[in-house]
């Protein structure tokens, strides 16, 4: 999960190095359609069917997470990259909830008491700088309840079908659905927006694909906590790279995430993991995490 975060926060770089050019719909199109082709060629040289008989959950998905990522795309071409982060840093909050009540999972007192300790360090990153009441603020807080939902539909998927099956199609409902909203609104990119939304797609493939081990791996509550770590890197990326500079508050709450996720880490062992995760899960393609709990 920590790795699929680098690349999540890789694809937003990637977006808002080209958000001067493209529409949010054109980025979630370009994202659909590039990091679908690469999984889809993998699942044709393996010859793995894209078809299941769990695929109204599977469409569920892609149109949730279509939705999420639309949500996020926005916010991340009209405010700071580290605020968006931050915001979606609530969804693992969701997702322990929605765990609880669709999964049956039962996190531990201790995991709520970590979770809690992100979500007032990612306050403290954004507190957020244009106001929770702001649209672009209110949008970014949407993509976290959709992406919860996305999250759980995933760890539910994960016990009887394939990462790459998975992934391939929530790329698929990403670019059938953004199409026809794009096209309206269509502007044509230069070459170097193009390649910027290209290497977007392709990173997304990698993230989502890490993504979808790590809940194959550990329960929803666990494994999306680990997602707090695409907190600092959106940091490093938008001092690096734009200049936006966190004050002393902000790197508080950027410590207190890292804290947090560290001591999840060392309270969480695989052995107890293992004792969490779904006892029978069908073998799936080679890029399933094993089952001893490590992604």
């Given at each position: 999960m920590v790795v699929a975060s680098f690349f999540f926060v890789g694809v937003a770089a990637l977006v808002k190095a080209a958000s001067h050019e493209c529409t949010a719909m054109q980025a979630v199109l370009y994202r659909g359609v590039f990091s679908g082709l690469p999984l889809l060629v993998v699942m044709g040289a393996r010859a793995m069917p894209v078809g299941s008989p769990r695929w109204r959950l599977l469409a569920l998905r892609g149109a949730i997470g279509f939705a999420a990522l639309f949500c996020y795309l926005w916010g991340v071409t009209h405010i700071p990259l580290a605020d968006v982060l931050a915001l979606q840093q609530l969804s693992p909050v969701l997702v322990a909830l929605l765990a609880v009540f669709l999964l049956g999972e039962r996190p531990a007192p201790r995991h709520w008491l970590l979770v809690g300790l992100c979500v007032g360090g990612a306050l403290l990153v954004i507190r957020p700088t244009r106001g929770l009441v702001a649209l672009p603020s209110l949008v970014a807080v949407?993509?976290?309840?959709?992406?919860?939902?996305?999250?759980?539909?995933?760890?539910?998927?994960?016990?009887?079908?394939?990462?790459?099956r998975i992934v391939i199609w929530f790329s698929g409902a990403s670019a059938l659905l953004a199409l026809p909203a794009a096209l309206p609104d269509?502007?044509?990119?230069?070459?170097?927006?193009?390649?910027?939304?290209?290497?977007?797609?392709?990173?997304?493939a990698f993230a989502q694909t890490l993504m979808t081990a790590a809940y194959r791996a550990a329960p929803a509550h666990i494994a999306s906590a680990f997602s707090y770590a695409s907190v600092p890197m959106a940091y490093l990326a938008g001092l690096l790279v734009w200049d936006e500079r966190p004050d002393l508050l902000s790197h508080l709450g950027i410590l207190l995430i890292i804290a947090a996720g560290v001591a999840l880490l060392l309270l969480v062992r695989p052995d107890q993991l293992q004792a969490r995760v779904a006892p029978a899960e069908p073998p799936c393609d080679r890029l399933e995490a094993p089952r001893g709990g490590r992604a």
């Open positions: 949407m993509s976290a309840f959709f992406s919860a939902g996305a999250y759980v539909a995933v760890r539910a998927l994960t016990r009887t079908e394939s990462n790459l269509w502007r044509w990119l230069s070459t170097e927006s193009h390649l910027l939304l290209v290497g977007a797609g392709v990173t997304a």
